[in-house]
């Protein structure tokens, strides 16, 4: 091997290195990155679950809420049938009273 072989083969394997040495920085850089991502995420996942409790909370009582209201409507339609019969049954006996006091 010549000597200007050995230096050309010394700058080729210097530029190795040095690109060696980027890849392995950015792979550092990358794992970084990706740790600062992870734990993000899992931020975000915790975030999400206590999300999904109170949402699970507010729907648990958004059916009490409804079951409620139903039951008040029921109430008021039986309330307003036994009202519109004893309305009802009062207009008779008036006309009933009217018939008879003429």
Do not use: C, P, W, Y
């Not at 010549?2 to 794992?31: A, H, Y």
């Not at 992870?38 to 975030?47: A, T, V, Y």
């Not at 207009?91 to 006091?101: P, Y």
């Amino acid at each position: 091997m010549t000597e200007n072989q050995e230096e050309e083969l010394f700058l080729i394997l210097g530029k190795l290195v040095n690109g060696v040495s980027e890849i392995q920085f950015d792979i550092r850089e990358i794992k970084g990155t990706l740790d600062e991502h992870s734990g993000i995420l899992g931020e975000h996942s915790n975030i999400l679950g206590e999300h999904s409790t109170i949402l699970a909370e507010h729907s648990l009582k958004f059916d009490r809420l409804e079951s409620k209201i139903d039951s008040v409507a029921f109430q008021v339609m039986e309330n307003d049938k036994r009202v519109t019969a004893r309305i009802e049954a009062i207009e008779s006996a008036v006309e009933d009273l009217g018939g008879k006091v003429q």
